[in-house]
């Protein structure tokens, strides 16, 4: 039996511009009390949803960590996010997948972040298999150095030179992070498609995860 969770019941009903418009609300209280009314319950049943299926995708247990913004005092998220990490207790530390919103979009990602000791070795392996990366990884997927910053630059724009500077900068500094996926305008109407949404998702996942392969 498949570990896949499209058994689960109901239907995911996917993110709605107002969803998205929570990132606008001002202060730091009015703007948790609205992610985690509107926001967090669709990131824990993704959680729901997901796990098992990357659980199977990536032949190991995973665990869903949703975004809790715990350490904020004065400045509201201006994102948020669940990740999935073969961790129990966290994700930091672990090269993991994601889905996140900012206010402008959505992304679905493979990252690998400053916290993790993982780094070096994906940026070894990536340095070694850059043709095998430009070859499986889709030109419009998007690549960042810089978790806080929405968007990035898409594989094609980049080029080799582009991904190499990356990785050699994953490997050489220690603040240095590389993510790869897609970014899904706001207004885009796969994402009030909650279950065409999820296959996207398991889409991506499936593409990137090559690049979870070459963390260890």
């Known amino acids: 039996m498949t570990l896949a969770a499209d058994s689960i019941k109901g239907t995911f009903e996917?993110?709605?511009?107002?969803?998205?418009?929570?990132?606008?609300?001002?202060?730091?209280?009015?703007?948790?009390?609205?992610?985690?009314?509107?926001?967090?319950p669709k990131l824990h049943e993704l959680g729901d949803r997901l796990t098992p299926f990357l659980t199977e995708l990536c032949g190991e247990p995973m665990f869903p960590h949703v975004a809790k913004h715990a350490r904020r005092t004065i400045n509201p998220p201006n994102d948020t996010w669940i990740a999935f990490a073969p961790g129990?207790?966290?994700y930091k530390m672990f090269p993991h997948f994601q889905i996140g919103?900012?206010?402008?979009?959505l992304f679905i990602q493979f990252a690998i972040i400053y916290?993790?000791?993982?780094?070096?070795?994906?940026?070894?392996h990536a340095l070694r298999q850059l043709g095998d990366i430009e070859g499986h990884i889709p030109a419009h997927y998007v690549w960042s150095g810089n978790h806080m910053v929405p968007g990035g630059?898409?594989?094609?724009?980049?080029?080799?030179?582009?991904?190499?500077k990356l990785f050699e900068r994953l490997r050489t500094v220690k603040a240095s992070e590389a993510l790869c996926g897609i970014v899904i305008d706001r207004e885009d109407p796969i994402l009030r498609n909650g279950e065409a949404?999820?296959?996207?998702?398991?889409?991506t996942f499936r593409t990137v995860l090559p690049l979870y392969k070459m963390s260890f």
């Open 14 to 40: 996917g993110f709605t511009p107002d969803d998205f418009d929570v990132f606008a609300i001002p202060g730091l209280e009015p703007r948790m009390d609205a992610l985690i009314a509107r926001i967090r």
């Open 88 to 90: 129990k207790r966290g």
């Open 101 to 105: 919103l900012f206010g402008s979009h």
């Open 115 to 124: 916290e993790s000791d993982n780094k070096t070795v994906f940026a070894e």
């Open 153 to 164: 630059d898409t594989q094609e724009e980049l080029g080799r030179d582009g991904l190499a």
């Open 197 to 203: 949404f999820l296959a996207k998702v398991k889409e």
